[in-house]
């Protein structure tokens, strides 16, 4: 498995495997002691309703890591490993 910075993941767009526009990774969540990441944290796009989706007190969209199919120029993930709200 190849290792990349958490740095150089922020600001990547977010997108279902469907396609869909999820939005724009803005934070990691780790665990502290595996230094593992457990969920993405993204400001969603303007193409989808956020309210449907676990969030934050900002309205930024939690989601777990191991929804995560790929990581290239954009982070694809398994619209179905969404939690919904």
Known sequence: MTKIEGKAL????????????????????????????TMLVVKPSNEIDARMFKTNEYGEIYVPFNAVKAIKDVIIINESGLPRA
């Open 10 to 37: 922020l600001a990547r767009n977010v997108v279902s495997d469907r396609g869909t526009v999820i939005g724009r990774l803005i934070d990691l969540s780790m665990e502290t002691r595996s230094g593992k990441i």
